[in-house]
């Protein structure tokens, strides 16, 4: 069992710990799932560190889908002066909170 890694979802990487709760780009799984996660960039054992080129082989963390939603609502509003043009457009991301569950190093 490891004390935390860095790992990799949706393009972004996150320094995460056994119960640690993350917020990801929504992912295609259903609530109260497991994920695994097979992106180990980095992995820290007791004393020993761990590092990928790129990803640390045999090293793999769990996670638990928690819930799915949507953030807050960003508005992009566009102007253009003495033309009477204006536009407003509201935008709101989907996630995937998670939590993870347990990390494993490489067996060695």
């Known amino acids: 069992m490891a004390d935390y890694a860095v790992v990799e979802l949706g393009g972004r990487q996150y320094r995460v710990s056994p119960g640690d709760l993350i917020t990801v780009e ?55 002066p003495k033309v009477n043009y204006r536009r407003r457009r509201g935008h709101r991301q989907p996630f995937t909170r998670l939590e993870i569950r347990s990390i494993e190093g490489p067996a060695t």
Not at 43 to 54: D, F, L, S
């Open 26 to 80: 929504r992912i295609a799984a259903n609530v109260g799932d497991e994920v695994p996660v097979e992106r180990v960039l980095m992995v820290r054992q007791g004393e020993r560190t761990i590092v990928g080129r790129p990803t640390v082989e045999g090293a793999r963390a769990t996670a638990r889908v928690v819930e799915h939603g949507r953030g807050r609502k960003v508005l992009v509003f566009k102007y253009k």
